[in-house]
């Protein structure tokens, strides 16, 4: 939650590959005061269910920058593996590894602001924008 000295931050990975939330991704929540100012990991989550990071650690006072870094590589492995059980001609197709392992997004914040950072995701390309 924010206060008149912090912001907050939330975020939800959504599949669109698959049309549905990406469960189990790992999220890590980095901030720092300044744009020359080391960044000071504070913790992270992994998304539920619904695809949403819910107990993401609180931003100290004085932040201006947040790093999400999100860990997608662990998701589209254990996916593609799901997908060659089910379809065993694919096993086979000579498709390279998980494109984009990880996704790091940073972005800027003011302090009484929350920032809903959602992360559309699929094996070839990914977009994020600042939701409500």
């Known amino acids: 939650m924010s206060t008149d000295t912090t912001a907050s931050v939330s975020t939800h990975i959504l599949d669109t590959s698959a049309g549905r939330p990406a469960e189990g991704v790992a999220v890590r929540l980095a901030a720092r005061a300044g744009s020359e100012a080391d960044w000071a ?6 998304t539920d269910a619904d695809g949403r990071c819910k107990d993401l650690p ?5 932040t201006t920058h947040v790093r999400l870094d999100f860990a997608v590589e662990q998701y589209f492995e254990k996916k593609q593996a799901d997908a060659q059980q089910d379809a065993p001609a694919n096993r086979d197709s000579g498709a390279p590894g998980v494109f984009f392992p990880e996704v790091a997004i940073t972005f800027a914040v003011r302090p009484g ?3 809903h950072v959602p992360l559309l995701l ?4 990914y ?3 600042r939701g409500s």
């Open 41 to 46: 990991a504070l913790g992270g989550s992994a």
């Open 58 to 62: 609180a931003l100290p006072e004085g």
């Open 113 to 115: 602001e929350h920032y």
């Open 122 to 125: 699929n094996p070839f390309g």
């Open 127 to 129: 977009s994020v924008y």
